[in-house]
């Protein structure tokens, strides 16, 4: 659905983020990390919450090292998650 607008080669291609291939052939859903209808003026912020990111909590849990749940944009295409997912923890991961 969200390739009949986005370029698919692109997203598989890491343009932007460099790890969505690594993460979609694992079969983790865009869903997991971007809520395509858009975030709550409350919850968002310049740092947290940009590209439509909003980690879908059914998906993924807390940090248990840090107890966070966090997205932290850095720059153009560089960022920091903390989250764990898919079996793997991510304490501040930096991409
Ligand atoms: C009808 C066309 C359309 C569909 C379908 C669509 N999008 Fe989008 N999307 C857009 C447009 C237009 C923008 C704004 C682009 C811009 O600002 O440059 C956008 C922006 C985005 C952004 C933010 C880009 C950024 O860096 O700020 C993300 C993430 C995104 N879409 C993900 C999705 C996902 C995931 C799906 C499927 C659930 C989806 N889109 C389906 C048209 C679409
Ligand atoms: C593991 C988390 C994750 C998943 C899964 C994921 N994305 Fe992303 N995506 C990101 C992050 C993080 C960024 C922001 C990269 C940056 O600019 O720092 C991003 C950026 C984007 C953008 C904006 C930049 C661009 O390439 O145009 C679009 C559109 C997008 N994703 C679409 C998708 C679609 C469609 C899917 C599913 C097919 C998907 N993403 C799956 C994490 C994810």
Known sequence: MCYACH???SILSDESFPTHRLHLDQRIPCSACHDA??????QGSRNNHTH???????????????????????????????????????????Y
């Open 37 to 42: 209808h858009g975030i709550s003026s409350a």
């Open 52 to 94: 439509l990111i909003n980690f879908d909590t059914s998906i993924v849990s807390r940090d248990p090292g840090t107890e966070r749940l966090e997205f932290v944009d850095t720059g153009v295409f560089q960022g920091i998650c903390t989250m764990s997912c898919h079996g793997t923890q991510h304490s501040g991961q930096v």
């Open 7 to 9: 370029s698919r080669n």
